[in-house]
């Protein structure tokens, strides 16, 4: 069907757009900007007045938990709540189980993704088997099966010679690496490794679990060449490294998550197990420092870091509880208080949403040029509206801000010119 | 920006009253000075041949242990017998929980035997807040030590052993000695002695055994023991868990002792009539000399009989703090 949006402030930073105008959608391509191609004929016309028009986002970090882990969420519920949160397309870590380290588990996730029709998902694959870290995974076939990225998610490669080898290897074949860069052994612990840590008494993990694999991993990509991107990255010092190596050249790029970007760890105080994710948040002066990497190039994009948790996972003391939180219905009002906080503007937002997430794994979205696919989200940034457990979409309501007033909330979003979502 | 609230707020009743005594930090003098006045009055009636009164009959108190310990909890068991309550001592191993039960199916449980109080020892921190703010809030829980977090009735049998030695807290100036990194005792000590107006605390300790900033907790850090002891009035030794020492924290016990265990050589860096004290169970030849354990300055033994007065202060103000809230159901839904 083909459909008019009219009357809506169309921002699409890859072509540097931003104007009340309005957009033409057929045959699930987009068809035009603010004139209509000739001879189109709206078979329904969207009023989106006072309202954002952007290209459908793109999330680097989504686990959608199937296969294996369905008490937790599953591709269809995950897609359901990204539909509702403005994102149309989502990476989602190799951690399922089985793993996504051969062929078969990648398509099966894809095949249900189609099957579901309410969000592209590309599953990365594994960067050695079993994700043991010792033997390189099959990448050219994964790579042929669909896997967008290779990633050892936070398991351990000790060896530096095996990492350097799947380094190569993925070059060889120009495959996207993608480190969530972690230390195992200066990670064991459950938060921050800082005075609010000691005053609980809760483990501490230092910012050298994070730093000390980031510049291991920056001297392997240099050596090796190979295309690099490091994935929620929670320390000052990690973006400062990066935004060093792009200076000189490297071709690595960066995403955080966006409680990291909001939250630190004084919020841990009283123990809520909401707030237990890895890595962990860390102290005020590393989110001042990642805000401004936001600024200075050095963090392209912002992620969901969606972790959705059966309610038991939570229910225990602090260490005891499994990390992370449940985001994609919360990552765009969450972003858009960056905007109010006048950190970033609102087109400089919506492209580490949208263009530049798209442009690290190279693919053809998070765009509304003519002639590629009509992924579309259109939200109310004045809307106020409170998340809530029991209203989500998501097969985990495990948030911090469940209960928190939010503003600006997405109304329509359309996956190749389908309506996936309408409020 | 999402700033957090105060979370130990929760302990208190809407009168300002103890309902569950979770951690030292954040309480006011006044209460942690009501805590000792009580216990005051509890150790006078420990000497009389009748032990026993009535402020806790017909209420049912669980201790709840998570974490192996015998003077603990027997001490909260004689507490509880003396203010005539009904007791029942459980022993959860990690083995019995790991059986699929939760921690939260265990309490809910007991919450449904009508039970009035949990004493609660837990190997996470947090366990005690846990329980009292998710799991069951009409129950008043008395934390009997959680993870490295806090233990609050040692730190106050502390604060009472030094009251009666020593008087006022403002002029004392007090060092705590060992593995304060893993220790719930130091982190309630600390709170105590400032909110009690302690002029000067110290922590002497290895860097390995010091967790990050400890500063921030409002203490001077000292990793030698000449320094750190001089001018000293209360030496608080901690005890070396052995059982947490899961990484290379330490060269070897012998070292320890070498540099932080508490002789009679560095017991003279202290001032004269500085006293020795120690939560127990002491490792003899490890943290303290057995000359110092058993001798004139050591308060170790005078700390077991004021925890039972102390834990009986507790108890006794935390029920009655806990049913002022269930007369008064609609505060808590405020």
Redesign the interface.
């Known amino acids: 069907m083909n459909i008019r949006i009219t009357g809506g402030r169309v921002i699409d930073p890859s072509q540097q757009l931003d104007q009340v105008t309005d957009l033409f959608i057929a045959d699930g391509l987009i068809a035009g900007i603010d004139t209509a191609p000739a001879g189109f004929e709206a078979g329904h016309t969207l009023d989106a007045s006072g309202q954002v028009v952007c290209p459908g986002l793109v999330d680097l970090c989504a686990h959608v938990r199937e296969p294996g882990y369905t008490h937790k969420g599953s591709i269809a519920r995950e897609s359901a709540a990204a539909a509702a949160g403005g994102i149309t397309t989502l990476v989602t870590p190799p951690t399922t189980s089985p793993i996504v380290d051969t062929p078969a588990v990648a398509q099966l996730i894809q095949d249900k993704a189609r099957e579901t029709g309410l969000a592209r998902v590309l599953p990365m694959g594994a960067l050695t088997r079993g994700l043991e870290g010792e033997q390189l995974s099959p990448m050219h076939a994964l790579a042929g099966s669909g896997c967008i990225a290779f990633s050892n998610a936070r398991l351990p490669i000790r060896s530096s010679l095996v990492l350097m080898r799947c380094l190569e290897y993925a070059a060889t074949h120009d495959l996207l690496v993608l480190f969530q860069a972690q230390d195992a052994e200066l990670a064991k612990g459950c938060m921050h490794d800082d005075s609010t840590s000691t005053r609980l008494g809760l483990a501490g993990i230092p910012e050298a679990a994070e730093t000390v694999e980031v510049a291991r991993c920056l001297m392997l990509v240099e050596q090796t060449g190979v295309r690099a991107h490091f994935g929620q990255i929670s320390c000052d010092r990690s973006a400062r490294m990066i935004i060093e190596a792009r200076a000189r050249g490297l071709n690595v790029s960066a995403d955080v998550a966006v409680h990291h970007l909001l939250l630190s760890d004084v919020n841990v105080d009283g123990f809520d197990s909401n707030y237990h994710v890895i890595p962990p948040l860390r102290s005020q002066l590393d989110r001042a420092g990642l805000r401004q990497a936001l600024l200075a190039d050095g963090i392209q994009a912002i992620c969901s870091d969606h972790q959705p948790h059966d309610a038991i996972a939570k229910q225990a003391p602090f260490a005891a509880t499994e990390p992370g939180m449940s985001g994609l219905e919360t990552l765009l009002p969450l972003c858009l208080m960056l905007v109010e906080q006048d950190l970033l503007e609102m087109p400089q937002l919506i492209a580490k949403l949208s263009c530049e997430p798209a442009a690290i794994l190279g693919i053809d979205a998070g765009t509304l040029k003519p002639g590629r696919a009509a992924d579309v989200c259109i939200f109310d940034p004045a809307a106020r509206w409170t998340p809530s457990a029991a209203a989500t979409r998501s097969g985990g309501g495990n948030s911090p801000f469940m209960g928190t007033e939010l503003r600006g909330r997405v109304t329509h979003t359309l996956l190749a010119g389908e309506q996936v979502f309408k409020l | 920006?999402?700033?957090?609230?105060d979370?130990n707020r929760i302990q208190l009743n809407s009168k300002g009253q103890l309902r569950h005594f979770l951690t030292t930090?954040g309480l006011s003098r006044e209460l942690l000075t009501e805590i000792l006045d009580t216990a005051d009055s509890f150790i006078d009636m420990g000497a009389k041949q009748i032990k026993k009164v009535p402020l806790l009959r017909g209420r049912t108190v669980v201790n709840l242990f998570f974490e192996a310990s015998t003077r603990t909890l027997s001490t909260f068991e004689l507490a509880a017998k003396r203010l005539s309550a009904d007791v029942l001592n459980l022993n959860i191993s990690t083995s019995s929980t790991s059986k699929g039960e939760?921690?939260?199916d265990t309490l809910m449980t007991l919450e449904a035997m009508h039970s009035d109080m949990f004493v609660v020892r837990?190997a996470?921190?947090?366990?005690a807040?846990?329980i009292a703010?998710?799991v069951t809030p009409d129950v008043a829980v008395i934390n009997a030590g959680?993870?490295?977090?806090?233990h609050p009735t040692q730190a106050m049998l502390d604060m009472l052993t030094i009251r009666r030695h020593k008087g006022a807290f403002e002029p004392l100036k007090v060092a705590i000695v060992g593995d304060i990194l893993h220790s719930?005792v130091a982190?309630s000590q600390i709170h105590a002695l400032r909110i009690l107006g302690a002029s000067e605390i110290r922590v002497i300790a290895p860097k390995t055994l010091l967790?990050?900033?400890?500063e921030?907790?409002g203490v001077k850090v000292f990793t030698d023991m000449k320094s750190g002891l001089d001018e000293v009035d209360v030496i608080m030794m901690l005890r070396l868990q052995k059982e947490r020492m899961n990484s290379a924290l330490l060269p070897s016990e012998s070292e320890f002792y070498r540099l932080y265990g508490m002789t009679t050589e560095k017991l003279a860096y202290a001032r004269p009539d500085a006293v020795v004290m120690h939560p127990g169970p002491i490792n003899r030849g490890v943290e303290i000399e057995s000359a110092i354990a058993d001798g004139p300055r050591s308060l170790i033994l005078d700390q077991v009989t004021n925890g039972i007065a102390v834990r009986m202060a507790v108890m006794s103000m935390a029920m009655s703090g806990q049913m002022v809230e269930r007369q008064h159901p609609q505060v808590q839904a405020q």
């Not at chain 2, 996470?124 to 366990?127: E, L, Q, R, T």
């Not at chain 2, 967790?211 to 400890?214: G, L, Q, S, V, Y």
């Open positions: 920006m999402f700033e957090p609230q979370p930090e939760t921690l939260k837990h996470d921190s947090g366990a807040h846990f703010s998710r959680d993870g490295r977090h806090a719930r982190r967790p990050r900033h400890i921030a907790m």
